[in-house]
C-alpha cells in the first residue's frame, strides 16, 4: 500500500512536469500580449520597453521557462504581471472559496443524486424514476447563470432571505459563511447531481442484474438487506469514480457561478489571467488544478480498496 | 483509520476556508471618523472589476482609479462642472513670461497617512519616479525638462517647449497622484497606499478593499467611517444587492435597465454625459479605405442615432466630434448625415465594387459588439459587405498594434484638455495613430495648438485640426456615452462626476 502510494507520487510528479512544459508553451503561443494590454491603447514605445524588460519578457522563452520552473520547484511561482502580487499568495487568498464551493456544491450533488438514483433504478420504469429522468435532464440543461441569476432574485430580492452573493470566510462566522454558500453551492451542486442521478441509476441497475443479487434474493434475504449489502455497495465504485471527477472539476473553478455570485474564487482568477495574459498566475493554477486531479485521482484509487475488499494495492 | 482519515481532510479543507480571505477581516464600523466628525458608517460601493494593481503611476485601470480617487491627491483638481483646474496640493501656480517655468505653491499643514509632512520633495519624488521608470503615465510629462523643491512649499516645473495643458496633465486624474518621498522603495505600492487622500488602505482581499476615514485629512471630509469597495460583476447582482440595502452604491447598471431603475423608489439613479467618447476607424493603408471617397462613404453610410441606440439604449448623445456639448472645447461640426444614396454614389464614383470590410470589435467592450450589427446592416445597405471580427481585448489589441484590420470600432476614456482627445490620434507620427491618418496641415494645426498659450487661439486652431479630422474620416466619432450610477437613498452628498472620478469625500450615510 505505501509503496503503491509512493509510485503514484512519482508518476505525479512526472505529469506535473510535462504539464508544466504544455501550459507554458500553450500561455505563450496565445496570441495578445500582457504588456500592451496593460498599457490599454494609450500605448507608449519607451514604456512598452522598460515594462517588457522589467518583466523577463525580452528573454529568450527557454530562459523564461527554466527561470519559472527553478522557481516554482522552491514554492515561488512568481509575481502578477497583473496586480504585482506573488501568483502562491493569489492563489491561498481563494483558495478556501472555492474549497467551500466544490465541497457544499458535491454534497448538495450526492444529496440529490444518491436517493434519486437509486429510486429511479428500484422502481425503474414507475412514475418516481420518470420524474428523476425529467429531474436530471433540466438540471444539466438549464444553463447555471440563468439558474444562478433566479435563485437570486427569487431568495435574494423578493423573499429576501439569503445574501445575493458575496464570500465570506469560515473563520469570519460559520453562520455567515453557510448562509453566503447556500446559494452558489445549490445552483452548481443541481447540475452535478443531474449527472451523478445517471450514473447511480445505471450503477445501480447493473448491480440488480447481477448473479449475486439474485442469489442474495434467492437465499431469502430481505429486498432492504439486497440492496444495502449487495447492490449499493456494488453500486459505489462507478459513482465515486464519477463523483471524484466532479469533485476535480468543480475543485477548478466555476467560473459562471464565481461571476454570478462574485464569488471569488480560482475560477474567476485563471479567467482573469486569461483575459489579461497574466502568464505567471495562469501557469501557476493550471499547475494547481492539474495537482488537484491528480490528488483525488489518488484519493479516489485508494477508496476503491476500501469498497471493494477485492481490490487491493499491495 | 480509514474514517479518521476523512475527518481529516474535512478539517484540513475547514481551516484552509478559515485561513483564506482573512485579509478582508478588518471591521472598520464604528471606528473614529473623519476630520470633520465623520464615524457614520461604512460605505459599501459595488464596482463592476476587480482593480489590478494600486500603484497609481502603473495602473492604466479604471477600476483601481475609483479606489485611488479616494486615497490619493494631486497637484490640482477638475472642476466637475466646466474642467477648469482648482486647488488641490497645490494652492496657487504662476507661469514666466516664456511660459516654459510653472511655479506651484504647495499646501501647508498636510500629512501623508503614514504621518509624515507633505512637502516639495515629495512632489519632485513623485514626478521623477514616473519619468525615470517609464511609468504608464509618463507621457505626460514629456514636455518636463526637470523639476526641483524651491524651497519646502514650492516646486518649479521647467519646459522644454511651452505646455498649456499642464494642468491638465498633471491634475486630469490621479494617475499623476503624489507619493512620499522613497515610497517605491519603502513600500510595495501595488498592494499598500500611502497618499494625502480622505481615505486611507485598511485591508484588501480578493473581490474587495477596504478604506478608513483619515482623519488627519486637509479638506473638509471625510463623514463616513470608511469605504468598502466590492467586486460584484453581475449587473443583476449588484442590483439586487443594491435594492436590499447590502450596498449603498454601484456603478455595474446595464442601459437597459435605466428606465425601471427611475421608477424604483428605493434606488436614486442618476446620468450626466461623459467626456467620453467612441469611434469608428478605418485602416489607411489597406485599399479600399485608402480612398477618401471610400472613407466618406461609410461616413454617409453609417445611422448613428440607430447605432447610439442599439449600443447604449439612448444613455449616449450622438455626436461628430470627440468632445462633448458642454465643453469649453466642444467645436459645433457635424457634416454628415444618414444618406445611403449619396454613400453609394461616393463609392461608385471612387470605383469600388464590392467592398469588403472586416470590423474589429470586442467582448471587452459589449457596446462594440451591438453597434456592429447596426453598423454590418447600414453599410450593406450602401454596398459594403462587413463582417463583424469578435475578439477578446488582448488579441484585438495586438491585431491594432499590427495593423492587421480593416475598421474597428473602441473608446477613449476620461480625457480633458482637447491635447488627450486629439493629438496622439491624429498626428503623423502619433503613438496611437493606429489607423496610420497623415495629413501635415492637420499635423502642424494640433502641434501649434500643443503649444500656443492663448486659449481662444488654442481653441481656434484646435477646431481647424477637427474638421480636418472629421472631413478626412481618421476618426468617425460616433457617440458620448452617458455616465450612469445609482445609489441608496440614504446616500447624500454624492456628486456625479463627468469624468467618472468616483469621490466620496463629501458623501454622508443616513441622511
Known amino acids: 500500500m505505501a509503496g503503491y502510494v509512493v509510485r503514484r507520487t512519482l508518476q505525479a510528479v512526472l505529469v506535473l512536469f510535462g504539464v508544466s512544459v504544455i501550459v507554458f508553451a500553450l500561455v505563450h503561443l496565445v496570441p495578445g500580449d500582457p504588456i500592451r494590454l496593460a498599457l490599454g491603447t494609450r500605448f507608449d514605445p519607451q514604456t512598452y520597453e522598460a515594462l517588457r524588460e522589467r518583466a523577463g519578457l525580452d528573454q529568450p522563452l527557454v530562459v523564461q521557462y527554466f527561470d519559472w520552473i527553478g522557481s516554482a520547484l522552491v514554492g515561488d511561482l512568481g509575481v502578477s504581471f497583473r496586480s504585482g502580487e506573488p501568483v502562491t499568495l493569489l492563489i491561498l487568498e481563494r483558495l478556501g472559496a472555492t474549497l467551500s464551493l466544490a465541497l457544499g456544491a458535491i454534497i448538495v450533488a450526492l444529496v440529490i443524486a444518491v436517493p434519486l438514483g437509486l429510486v429511479s433504478a428500484v422502481k425503474r420504469r414507475s412514475p418516481a424514476d420518470y420524474f428523476a429522468t425529467v429531474v436530471s435532464q433540466a438540471g444539466i440543461s438549464i444553463p447555471e447563470f440563468w439558474m444562478g441569476i433566479l435563485l437570486i432574485l427569487l431568495f435574494g430580492l423578493y423573499l429576501d432571505i439569503l445574501p445575493p452573493g458575496g464570500y465570506v470566510p469560515f473563520g469570519e462566522g460559520p453562520g455567515d459563511w453557510l448562509l453566503h454558500l447556500l446559494l452558489p453551492a445549490v445552483t452548481v451542486g443541481v447540475v452535478s447531481g443531474s449527472i451523478l442521478t445517471r450514473f447511480v441509476r445505471s450503477s445501480v441497475l447493473e448491480a440488480l442484474g447481477q448473479d449475486y443479487t439474485r442469489t442474495a434474493r434467492a437465499k431469502g434475504l430481505r429486498e432492504g438487506l439486497v440492496l444495502r449489502r449487495h447492490v449499493v455497495r456494488n453500486a459505489l465504485v462507478p459513482v465515486v469514480t464519477v463523483t471524484g471527477v466532479q469533485l476535480a472539476y468543480l475543485l477548478s473553478g466555476v467560473v459562471v457561478v464565481e461571476v454570478v455570485f462574485s464569488w471569488n474564487g480560482l475560477g474567476l482568477l485563471a479567467l482573469q489571467a486569461v483575459e489579461s495574459r497574466d502568464y505567471p498566475v495562469l501557469q501557476g493554477a493550471v499547475l494547481l488544478f492539474a495537482f488537484f486531479f491528480l490528488l483525488i485521482n489518488l484519493l479516489v484509487d485508494l477508496l476503491y480498496a476500501y469498497l471493494d475488499p477485492r481490490i487491493s494495492y499491495s | ?511
Open chain 2, 1 to 511: 483509520m480509514r474514517t479518521s482519515r476523512l475527518v481529516a481532510l474535512v478539517a484540513a479543507v475547514m481551516f484552509a476556508a478559515s485561513c483564506s480571505g482573512g485579509g478582508g477581516g478588518v471591521d472598520v464600523d464604528g471606528q473614529g471618523g473623519g476630520g470633520s466628525g465623520g464615524g457614520g458608517g461604512t460605505l459599501i460601493a459595488a464596482i463592476s472589476a476587480e482593480p489590478d494593481k494600486l500603484d497609481p503611476h502603473a495602473t492604466t485601470a479604471y477600476a483601481s482609479f475609483q479606489v485611488l480617487e479616494n486615497v490619493y491627491d494631486t497637484l490640482v483638481v477638475p472642476n466637475p462642472e466646466d474642467f477648469s483646474f482648482e486647488p488641490s496640493l497645490a494652492t496657487e501656480w504662476s507661469t514666466s513670461s516664456d511660459e516654459r517655468t510653472w511655479t506651484f505653491q504647495l499646501r501647508e499643514g498636510v500629512k501623508f497617512h503614514d504621518g509624515s509632512a507633505f512637502d516639495a520633495a515629495d512632489v519632485v519624488y513623485s514626478f521623477n519616479r514616473i519619468i525615470d521608470n517609464d511609468l504608464a503615465t509618463a507621457f505626460r510629462l514629456e514636455a518636463v525638462r526637470d523639476i526641483r523643491a524651491q524651497d519646502r512649499n514650492t516646486v518649479v516645473v521647467e519646459l522644454k517647449q511651452p505646455a498649456p495643458n499642464l494642468l491638465s496633465l498633471v491634475g486630469d486624474y490621479k494617475g499623476m497622484s503624489i507619493l512620499p518621498e522613497g515610497a517605491a522603495d519603502e513600500h510595495n505600492l501595488n498592494t499598500e497606499a500611502v497618499g494625502t487622500g480622505p481615505f486611507e488602505l485598511a485591508a484588501t482581499s480578493p473581490g474587495s478593499i477596504e478604506l478608513t476615514a483619515n482623519k488627519n485629512y486637509w479638506g473638509e471630509g471625510p463623514f463616513v467611517s470608511g469605504v468598502e469597495f466590492r467586486v460584484v460583476s453581475e449587473p443583476t447582482t449588484a442590483l439586487t444587492q443594491l435594492s436590499t440595502g447590502e450596498v449603498h452604491w454601484t456603478d455595474n447598471i446595464p442601459p437597459q435597465q435605466i428606465t425601471s431603475l427611475e421608477d424604483d423608489e428605493s434606488v436614486t439613479i442618476e446620468t450626466v454625459p461623459s467626456v467620453d467618447y467612441w469611434y469608428m476607424s478605418m485602416n489607411f493603408e489597406r485599399p479600399p479605405f485608402d480612398d477618401p471617397q471610400v472613407r466618406e462613404a461609410v461616413a454617409y453610410g453609417l445611422d448613428r442615432e440607430a447605432i447610439t441606440e442599439t449600443a447604449k439604449f439612448g444613455a449616449a448623445e450622438v455626436n461628430q466630434t470627440a468632445i462633448p456639448e458642454g465643453s469649453r472645447w466642444y467645436y459645433d461640426y457635424a457634416p454628415y448625415s444618414h444618406d445611403p444614396e449619396r454613400a453609394r454614389q461616393l463609392l461608385q464614383q471612387s470605383g469600388t465594387s464590392n467592398a469588403q470590410m472586416g470590423l474589429m470589435v470586442t467582448d471587452e467592450y459589449p457596446e462594440t459588439v451591438q453597434a456592429a450589427q447596426v453598423i454590418k446592416a447600414n453599410l450593406a445597405e450602401v454596398g459594403i459587405n462587413v463582417s463583424i471580427q469578435v475578439e477578446d481585448f488582448a488579441t484585438w489589441l495586438d491585431r491594432q498594434g499590427r495593423g492587421e484590420y480593416d475598421a474597428f470600432m473602441l473608446g477613449w476614456l476620461g480625457n480633458i484638455d482637447p491635447f488627450g482627445f486629439y493629438h496622439a490620434q491624429h498626428t503623423c507620427s502619433g503613438s496611437n495613430n493606429y489607423q496610420n491618418y497623415c495629413d501635415q496641415q492637420t499635423t502642424r494645426l494640433l502641434e501649434q495648438a500643443a503649444t500656443e498659450t492663448d486659449e481662444d487661439q488654442r481653441k481656434e486652431l484646435y477646431d481647424q485640426a477637427v474638421k480636418r479630422i472629421v472631413d478626412d474620416n481618421s476618426y468617425i466619432y460616433l457617440y458620448n456615452p452617458d455616465v450612469v450610477q445609482a445609489w441608496a437613498p440614504d446616500v447624500s452628498g454624492y456628486q456625479i462626476r463627468p469624468d467618472r472620478a468616483i469621490n466620496f469625500e463629501t458623501v454622508k450615510l443616513g441622511g
